[in-house]
Protein backbone atom coordinates (compact mmCIF):
# COMPACT_ATOMS: atom_id res chain seq x y z
CA UNK A 1 0.00 0.00 0.00
CA UNK A 2 1.54 3.25 -0.59
CA UNK A 3 1.99 5.73 1.94
CA UNK A 4 0.86 9.09 0.64
CA UNK A 5 2.67 10.88 3.70
CA UNK A 6 0.34 13.36 4.52
CA UNK A 7 -1.00 12.38 7.87
CA UNK A 8 -4.20 13.08 7.62
CA UNK A 9 -5.01 10.48 4.92
CA UNK A 10 -4.58 6.72 4.10
CA UNK A 11 -4.98 3.07 5.54
CA UNK A 12 -5.33 4.13 8.69
CA UNK A 13 -8.44 3.40 11.09
CA UNK A 14 -9.75 5.41 13.50
CA UNK A 15 -8.06 4.55 16.59
CA UNK A 16 -4.73 5.42 14.62
CA UNK A 17 -4.01 2.15 13.90
CA UNK A 18 -3.17 1.02 9.82
CA UNK A 19 -5.97 -0.77 8.47
CA UNK A 20 -4.37 -4.38 7.73
CA UNK A 21 -7.51 -6.08 6.76
CA UNK A 22 -8.40 -7.16 2.97
CA UNK A 23 -10.92 -5.38 1.45
CA UNK A 24 -14.47 -4.99 2.66
CA UNK A 25 -15.73 -4.49 -1.23
CA UNK A 26 -13.97 -5.69 -3.92
CA UNK A 27 -14.32 -6.03 -8.04
CA UNK A 28 -11.65 -8.32 -10.21
CA UNK A 29 -12.45 -7.35 -13.71
CA UNK A 30 -15.85 -6.38 -13.21
CA UNK A 31 -18.50 -5.97 -16.21
CA UNK A 32 -21.94 -5.21 -16.45
CA UNK A 33 -24.33 -5.21 -20.01
CA UNK A 34 -28.08 -4.36 -20.57
CA UNK A 35 -28.53 -6.79 -23.22
CA UNK A 36 -26.32 -4.99 -26.00
CA UNK A 37 -24.91 -2.05 -24.42
CA UNK A 38 -21.64 -2.86 -22.88
CA UNK A 39 -22.16 -0.43 -19.50
CA UNK A 40 -18.98 -1.61 -17.57
CA UNK A 41 -15.85 -3.64 -18.44
CA UNK A 42 -12.90 -5.16 -16.87
CA UNK A 43 -13.38 -3.07 -13.64
CA UNK A 44 -11.20 -3.62 -10.72
CA UNK A 45 -12.05 -1.21 -7.70
CA UNK A 46 -11.03 -1.90 -3.76
CA UNK A 47 -12.78 -0.58 -0.94
CA UNK A 48 -11.04 -0.84 2.64
CA UNK A 49 -12.57 0.39 6.58
CA UNK A 50 -11.51 4.19 7.02
CA UNK A 51 -10.72 4.85 3.19
CA UNK A 52 -12.40 6.82 0.87
CA UNK A 53 -12.70 5.46 -2.76
CA UNK A 54 -13.22 8.23 -5.06
CA UNK A 55 -14.95 6.92 -8.34
CA UNK A 56 -15.17 9.74 -11.13
CA UNK A 57 -15.74 10.08 -14.97
CA UNK A 58 -18.02 11.94 -17.16
CA UNK A 59 -21.98 11.28 -17.71
CA UNK A 60 -22.09 7.74 -19.05
CA UNK A 61 -18.99 6.75 -17.97
CA UNK A 62 -20.72 3.81 -16.13
CA UNK A 63 -20.54 5.19 -12.12
CA UNK A 64 -23.92 4.58 -11.73
CA UNK A 65 -23.49 0.94 -13.17
CA UNK A 66 -20.63 0.28 -10.69
CA UNK A 67 -22.54 1.27 -7.39
CA UNK A 68 -25.45 -0.44 -8.39
CA UNK A 69 -23.75 -3.68 -9.23
CA UNK A 70 -22.12 -3.01 -5.31
CA UNK A 71 -25.36 -1.79 -3.76
CA UNK A 72 -27.34 -4.95 -4.88
CA UNK A 73 -29.71 -3.15 -7.54
CA UNK A 74 -27.88 -4.99 -10.49
CA UNK A 75 -25.85 -7.69 -11.21
CA UNK A 76 -23.01 -7.79 -12.68
CA UNK A 77 -22.61 -9.93 -16.09
CA UNK A 78 -18.99 -10.39 -16.13
CA UNK A 79 -15.84 -10.84 -13.48
CA UNK A 80 -16.41 -10.97 -9.25
CA UNK A 81 -17.99 -9.15 -7.02
CA UNK A 82 -16.44 -9.79 -3.35
CA UNK A 83 -17.62 -8.68 0.11
CA UNK A 84 -14.91 -9.12 3.05
CA UNK A 85 -13.04 -11.61 0.63
CA UNK A 86 -16.09 -14.10 -0.82
CA UNK A 87 -17.74 -14.00 -4.20
CA UNK A 88 -21.81 -12.11 -3.71
CA UNK A 89 -24.09 -11.65 -6.10
CA UNK A 90 -26.78 -9.76 -4.36
CA UNK A 91 -30.46 -9.96 -5.92
CA UNK A 92 -31.70 -6.80 -3.86
CA UNK A 93 -30.43 -3.38 -2.19
CA UNK A 94 -31.69 -5.18 1.39
CA UNK A 95 -29.17 -8.05 0.82
CA UNK A 96 -26.26 -5.57 0.06
CA UNK A 97 -27.92 -3.58 2.98
CA UNK A 98 -27.73 -6.63 5.53
CA UNK A 99 -23.87 -6.96 4.61
CA UNK A 100 -23.12 -3.16 6.12
CA UNK A 101 -23.31 -1.32 2.53
CA UNK A 102 -25.24 1.66 2.57
CA UNK A 103 -25.98 3.91 -0.56
CA UNK A 104 -26.99 7.61 -0.12
CA UNK A 105 -28.94 8.58 -3.60
CA UNK A 106 -28.62 11.96 -5.14
CA UNK A 107 -32.22 12.02 -5.25
CA UNK A 108 -32.57 11.54 -1.43
CA UNK A 109 -35.36 9.01 -0.46
CA UNK A 110 -36.85 11.37 2.31
CA UNK A 111 -40.65 12.61 3.07
CA UNK A 112 -39.78 16.20 2.89
CA UNK A 113 -43.13 17.74 5.27
CA UNK A 114 -41.82 15.19 7.65
CA UNK A 115 -39.62 16.08 10.53
CA UNK A 116 -35.68 15.25 10.86
CA UNK A 117 -36.00 12.77 13.61
CA UNK A 118 -39.12 10.79 11.56
CA UNK A 119 -36.94 10.81 8.78
CA UNK A 120 -33.80 9.41 10.41
CA UNK A 121 -35.90 6.31 11.68
CA UNK A 122 -37.64 6.24 8.38
CA UNK A 123 -39.01 2.61 8.02
CA UNK A 124 -36.76 1.42 10.68
CA UNK A 125 -39.26 2.94 13.84
CA UNK A 126 -38.37 2.65 17.33
CA UNK A 127 -41.14 1.20 19.24
CA UNK A 128 -42.22 0.25 23.14
CA UNK A 129 -44.61 -1.65 24.66
CA UNK A 130 -45.78 -5.02 23.76
CA UNK A 131 -47.34 -6.41 20.75
CA UNK A 132 -51.01 -5.68 19.99
CA UNK A 133 -50.49 -2.45 21.90
CA UNK A 134 -46.91 -1.41 20.33
CA UNK A 135 -46.36 2.30 19.29
CA UNK A 136 -43.43 4.45 18.32
CA UNK A 137 -41.06 5.61 20.75
CA UNK A 138 -41.27 9.27 19.80
CA UNK A 139 -39.46 10.23 22.57
CA UNK A 140 -36.40 7.49 22.26
CA UNK A 141 -36.26 8.31 18.40
CA UNK A 142 -35.80 11.95 18.76
CA UNK A 143 -32.86 11.73 21.72
CA UNK A 144 -31.59 8.93 19.49
CA UNK A 145 -31.75 11.05 16.35
CA UNK A 146 -29.95 13.96 18.34
CA UNK A 147 -27.35 12.43 19.88
CA UNK A 148 -26.00 10.82 16.80
CA UNK A 149 -26.20 14.28 14.72
CA UNK A 150 -24.00 15.46 17.53
CA UNK A 151 -22.17 12.61 17.23
CA UNK A 152 -21.24 13.39 13.31
CA UNK A 153 -20.89 16.92 14.52
CA UNK A 154 -24.05 17.51 13.02
CA UNK A 155 -25.76 20.54 14.78
CA UNK A 156 -29.59 21.72 14.22
CA UNK A 157 -31.19 24.29 15.40
CA UNK A 158 -34.67 21.70 15.69
CA UNK A 159 -35.06 18.10 14.88
CA UNK A 160 -39.03 19.15 14.53
CA UNK A 161 -38.63 21.04 11.33
CA UNK A 162 -39.41 19.62 8.22
CA UNK A 163 -36.55 18.02 6.62
CA UNK A 164 -37.52 19.53 3.34
CA UNK A 165 -36.92 22.68 4.98
CA UNK A 166 -32.89 21.91 5.56
CA UNK A 167 -30.59 22.81 3.10
CA UNK A 168 -28.99 20.09 0.51
CA UNK A 169 -25.77 19.77 2.51
CA UNK A 170 -27.56 19.21 5.43
CA UNK A 171 -30.07 16.70 3.89
CA UNK A 172 -26.96 14.86 2.73
CA UNK A 173 -25.30 14.92 6.04
CA UNK A 174 -28.34 13.20 7.86
CA UNK A 175 -28.49 10.64 5.46
CA UNK A 176 -24.99 9.71 5.94
CA UNK A 177 -25.47 9.80 10.09
CA UNK A 178 -28.48 7.81 9.56
CA UNK A 179 -26.32 5.34 7.21
CA UNK A 180 -23.61 5.24 10.02
CA UNK A 181 -25.84 4.25 13.12
CA UNK A 182 -27.87 1.78 10.83
CA UNK A 183 -24.20 -0.04 11.13
CA UNK A 184 -23.16 0.66 7.79
CA UNK A 185 -19.65 -0.55 7.57
CA UNK A 186 -19.63 0.68 3.32
CA UNK A 187 -21.28 4.06 2.26
CA UNK A 188 -21.82 4.53 -1.02
CA UNK A 189 -22.45 8.23 -1.73
CA UNK A 190 -23.80 8.32 -5.54
CA UNK A 191 -22.82 12.32 -6.74
CA UNK A 192 -23.73 13.88 -3.23
CA UNK A 193 -22.22 17.08 -4.08
CA UNK A 194 -23.42 17.23 -7.54
CA UNK A 195 -26.26 19.71 -7.07
CA UNK A 196 -24.63 21.75 -4.29
CA UNK A 197 -23.02 25.08 -4.39
CA UNK A 198 -19.40 25.29 -3.23
CA UNK A 199 -20.60 25.87 0.61
CA UNK A 200 -22.81 23.32 0.91
CA UNK A 201 -20.70 21.42 -0.98
CA UNK A 202 -17.98 21.37 1.59
CA UNK A 203 -20.54 20.30 4.43
CA UNK A 204 -21.34 16.88 2.49
CA UNK A 205 -17.17 16.35 2.23
CA UNK A 206 -16.66 17.01 5.72
CA UNK A 207 -19.32 14.15 6.82
CA UNK A 208 -17.87 11.95 4.29
CA UNK A 209 -14.26 12.80 6.10
CA UNK A 210 -16.10 12.03 9.71
CA UNK A 211 -17.67 8.80 8.20
CA UNK A 212 -14.05 7.82 7.29
CA UNK A 213 -13.05 8.93 10.50
CA UNK A 214 -15.23 6.74 12.05
CA UNK A 215 -14.22 4.12 10.07
CA UNK A 216 -16.14 3.26 7.14
CA UNK A 217 -15.52 2.40 3.73
CA UNK A 218 -16.54 5.27 1.29
CA UNK A 219 -17.03 4.75 -2.12
CA UNK A 220 -17.69 8.78 -2.87
CA UNK A 221 -18.81 9.27 -6.85
CA UNK A 222 -18.22 12.85 -8.23
CA UNK A 223 -17.54 14.26 -11.53
CA UNK A 224 -15.69 16.77 -9.56
CA UNK A 225 -11.62 16.31 -9.06
CA UNK A 226 -11.29 19.30 -6.66
CA UNK A 227 -14.02 17.44 -4.63
CA UNK A 228 -12.66 14.19 -5.13
CA UNK A 229 -8.83 15.17 -3.84
CA UNK A 230 -10.08 17.14 -0.94
CA UNK A 231 -11.54 13.70 0.96
CA UNK A 232 -9.90 11.17 -1.16
CA UNK A 233 -7.21 7.94 -0.59
CA UNK A 234 -7.68 6.39 -3.83
CA UNK A 235 -9.09 7.68 -7.14
CA UNK A 236 -10.45 5.64 -9.84
CA UNK A 237 -11.27 7.41 -13.32
CA UNK A 238 -14.03 5.59 -14.97
CA UNK A 239 -14.28 6.40 -19.04
CA UNK A 240 -16.48 4.83 -21.36
CA UNK A 241 -16.71 1.75 -18.95
CA UNK A 242 -13.65 0.91 -18.46
CA UNK A 243 -11.20 2.43 -15.87
CA UNK A 244 -9.02 4.91 -17.23
CA UNK A 245 -7.08 5.43 -14.00
CA UNK A 246 -6.52 3.85 -10.50
CA UNK A 247 -4.10 5.31 -8.39
CA UNK A 248 -3.31 6.10 -5.01
CA UNK A 249 -3.61 9.30 -3.82
CA UNK A 250 0.13 9.60 -3.46
CA UNK A 251 0.67 8.53 -7.14
CA UNK A 252 -1.54 11.21 -8.73
CA UNK A 253 -1.83 15.12 -8.19
CA UNK A 254 -4.79 17.07 -8.01
CA UNK A 255 -3.99 18.29 -12.11
CA UNK A 256 -3.16 15.11 -13.28
CA UNK A 257 -6.49 13.72 -12.11
CA UNK A 258 -8.27 16.78 -13.72
CA UNK A 259 -6.34 16.17 -16.97
CA UNK A 260 -7.96 12.49 -17.00
CA UNK A 261 -11.35 13.44 -16.35
CA UNK A 262 -12.67 13.29 -19.69
CA UNK A 263 -13.23 16.88 -20.59
CA UNK A 264 -9.73 18.08 -19.59
CA UNK A 265 -8.67 17.63 -23.39
CA UNK A 266 -11.78 18.51 -24.55
CA UNK A 267 -11.47 21.68 -23.17
CA UNK A 268 -8.15 22.83 -23.90
CA UNK A 269 -9.53 22.34 -27.70
CA UNK A 270 -11.92 24.35 -26.99
CA UNK A 271 -10.22 27.08 -25.36
CA UNK A 272 -7.87 27.14 -27.94
CA UNK A 273 -10.45 27.58 -31.03
CA UNK A 274 -12.42 29.87 -28.77
CA UNK A 275 -9.38 32.13 -28.88
CA UNK A 276 -9.54 32.46 -32.49
CA UNK A 277 -12.99 34.00 -31.76
CA UNK A 278 -12.99 37.59 -31.36
CA UNK A 279 -15.17 38.98 -28.40
CA UNK A 280 -13.95 35.97 -26.53
CA UNK A 281 -11.94 36.60 -23.71
CA UNK A 282 -10.32 33.22 -22.86
CA UNK A 283 -8.65 34.13 -19.73
CA UNK A 284 -12.02 34.64 -17.91
CA UNK A 285 -12.98 31.15 -19.07
CA UNK A 286 -12.79 28.40 -16.13
CA UNK A 287 -9.92 26.46 -15.89
CA UNK A 288 -10.51 22.87 -16.88
CA UNK A 289 -11.01 21.62 -13.63
CA UNK A 290 -13.80 24.56 -12.17
CA UNK A 291 -16.11 22.79 -14.97
CA UNK A 292 -18.84 21.32 -12.14
CA UNK A 293 -18.44 24.81 -10.41
CA UNK A 294 -20.88 26.92 -10.56
CA UNK A 295 -20.27 30.54 -12.19
CA UNK A 296 -21.95 32.81 -9.96
CA UNK A 297 -23.09 36.51 -11.44
CA UNK A 298 -20.82 38.82 -10.41
CA UNK A 299 -22.25 42.00 -8.35
CA UNK A 300 -20.52 44.77 -10.45
CA UNK A 301 -21.18 43.28 -13.71
CA UNK A 302 -21.02 45.04 -16.44
CA UNK A 303 -24.94 45.73 -17.00
N1 LIG B 1 -30.84 0.51 -17.44
C1 LIG B 1 -30.05 0.72 -18.50
N2 LIG B 1 -30.34 0.18 -19.70
C2 LIG B 1 -29.54 0.40 -20.78
N3 LIG B 1 -28.43 1.14 -20.74
C3 LIG B 1 -28.09 1.72 -19.58
C4 LIG B 1 -28.88 1.55 -18.41
N4 LIG B 1 -28.30 2.23 -17.39
C5 LIG B 1 -27.20 2.81 -17.92
N5 LIG B 1 -27.08 2.51 -19.23
C6 LIG B 1 -25.98 2.94 -20.11
O1 LIG B 1 -24.77 2.55 -19.54
C7 LIG B 1 -23.79 3.57 -19.68
C8 LIG B 1 -23.27 4.01 -18.31
O2 LIG B 1 -24.31 4.70 -17.62
P1 LIG B 1 -24.22 5.13 -16.09
O3 LIG B 1 -23.71 3.98 -15.30
O4 LIG B 1 -25.54 5.69 -15.70
O5 LIG B 1 -23.11 6.27 -16.17
P2 LIG B 1 -22.83 7.50 -15.17
O6 LIG B 1 -23.49 7.24 -13.88
O7 LIG B 1 -21.35 7.55 -15.08
O8 LIG B 1 -23.37 8.72 -15.84
C9 LIG B 1 -24.44 4.68 -20.48
O9 LIG B 1 -24.11 4.51 -21.83
C10 LIG B 1 -25.91 4.44 -20.24
O10 LIG B 1 -26.66 4.91 -21.32
MG1 LIG C 1 -24.81 8.44 -12.64
Redesign the pocket.
Known amino acids: MTDNGTGTHGAVLQDGTPDEGGPLVELRGAGKS ?2 N ?1 R ?2 HGVDLRVHAGRVTCVL ?10 I ?1 IISGLHQHTEGEFLVDGRPVRFSTPREALHQGIATVYQDLATVPLMPVWRNFFLGSEMTKGPWPVRRLDIHRMKRTADEELRNMGIVLDDLEQPIGTLSGGQRQSVAIARAVYFGARVLILDEPTAALGVKQSGVVLKYIAAARDRGLGVIFITHNPHHAYMVGDHFSV ?1 RL ?1 TLELSAERGEVGLEELTNHMAGGAELAALKHELAQVRGVDVEELPEEGDLTAPVAPSPEGDS
Open positions: YGVALGDNGAGKSTLKLG
